[in-house]
């Protein structure tokens, strides 16, 4: 719930439901502000024969992941809640690992963002289950189509690593 009543939204969802669903969402979007940032790292250091595939799958997918941060933030204050304030809100929320390595090969990066893109979904999952508990409608139904995304773009990243 926020603190400050000049953040207090109002809704007819139950406060203590909403908290649930407004963690669910603010672990969901450090997720996503940590794949996005992963995911843009990649794309600035790949290497190799398919350089230009993979340097625009990446942006592609990138500016996707960072096209949702905003929905989600949005549906944090919608349900009466506050939102990530900083990086180091994120860095303590955050489910997927950062890469800090100073090379990844162009196979390890698409396998790595397939899998980051698979703990999403969980994350979404977790959403989904927490809205539904609360039954905060409108973050169960726009949660399925994030979900559809993160699956989307796990898929393309293992379609692009196959050999042969």
């Known amino acids: 719930m926020a603190e400050n009543p000049a953040l207090a939204t109002p809704t007819d969802l139950n406060r203590n439901d909403t908290k649930s669903v407004a963690d669910a969402l603010n672990s969901a979007l450090a997720d996503c502000f940590t794949l996005y940032f992963k995911t843009k790292n990649f794309h600035w250091h790949v290497s190799g024969p398919h350089f230009r595939d993979y340097h625009l799958l990446l ?65 979404f999952r977790a959403v989904k289950d927490a809205a539904e508990e609360a039954k905060d409608n409108a973050t169960s139904g726009i949660v399925d189509e994030w979900t559809d995304h993160a699956e989307e773009r796990a898929w393309f990243l293992f379609e692009a690593s196959r050999k042969g």
Do not use: H, W
């Open 59 to 123: 942006d592609d997918q990138a500016a996707q992941i960072l096209g949702v941060t905003d929905a989600i933030a949005e549906r944090v204050r919608k349900t009466g809640n506050t939102t990530l304030r900083s990086i180091g809100d994120i860095a303590r929320r955050q489910t997927i690992s950062d890469n800090d390595a100073e090379f990844v090969a162009p196979g390890d990066m698409l396998a790595e963002l397939r899998d980051d893109n698979l703990k999403l979904v969980e994350s």
